[in-house]
């Protein structure tokens, strides 16, 4: 779970940092060679990128799942038993997973939505350095070449095998889909007392 989280914000933290690179080059006359560089750094944080999800993928799935599985269980349980019904050791059996489970899906998807955030802004240097090329009185068509090739690359999104791409909207749709279910079943445990209560009486 943390070595999801890590490698997802350390791969961000790189194109941060090639983001603040671009915005340097953004200030200075451009010139062919100064793009080279860039240019290879920005194929290599490409293909990290697709390893990165292909590696990734299947893994965050199941923690995902899992965690989530475990939220509707905890919240299941918490809600069906009574209050006479709880005990201390069972207060501090539930205290772990109602405080650490939600925390590792908020983490992990932050993690991974912080990737596409900073490939936004690498291509929003990029698109200036673009401009700032065709604006100039002599066009550089070679550094011309190299922007439009790196802004043609797609990075992809981290997701769950595809199945839910990492951003804040599936904090909150996992979290409305949590509180929905949990309405769900106050709703049908107090349904449940009054029909309790009659049948009692039909049987004495």
């Given amino acids: 779970m943390v ?7 350390n791969l961000s933290d790189l194109l941060y940092r ?20 860039p240019m290879q750094l920005h194929a290599s944080l490409f293909k990290m990128a697709h390893k990165l999800q292909n590696a990734t993928s299947v893994t965050a799935c199941l923690i995902l799942c899992s965690q989530i599985v475990a939220m509707f269980v905890i919240l299941t349980t918490y809600i069906l038993l009574d209050s006479e019904q709880w005990s201390i ?26 990737i596409p955030f900073q490939v936004e802004n690498c291509n929003i240097y990029l698109l200036s350095l673009h401009d700032q090329l065709t604006s100039e009185p002599k066009l550089d068509r070679n550094s011309l070449i190299l ?14 095998c595809s199945l839910a791409k990492f951003s804040p909207k599936l904090i909150t749709s996992i979290f409305g889909s949590l509180l929905t279910y949990g309405l769900l079943i106050v709703n049908i445990k107090e349904t449940e007392r009054p029909m309790g209560k009659n049948s009692t009486i039909v049987i004495c």
């Fill in 3 to 9: 070595m999801c989280g890590a490698l997802y914000y």
């Fill in 18 to 37: 090639f983001a603040e690179g671009l915005r340097y080059l953004h200030c200075k006359s451009i010139n062919h060679r100064d793009l080279l560089v």
């Fill in 147 to 160: 922007v439009k090739a790196m802004l043609n690359k797609r990075f992809p999104y981290m997701s769950a």
């Fill in 89 to 114: 050791p069972l207060v501090f059996e539930s205290i772990p997973g109602i405080s650490t489970v939600p925390l590792t899906v908020i983490g992990i998807i932050l993690c991974g939505s912080r």
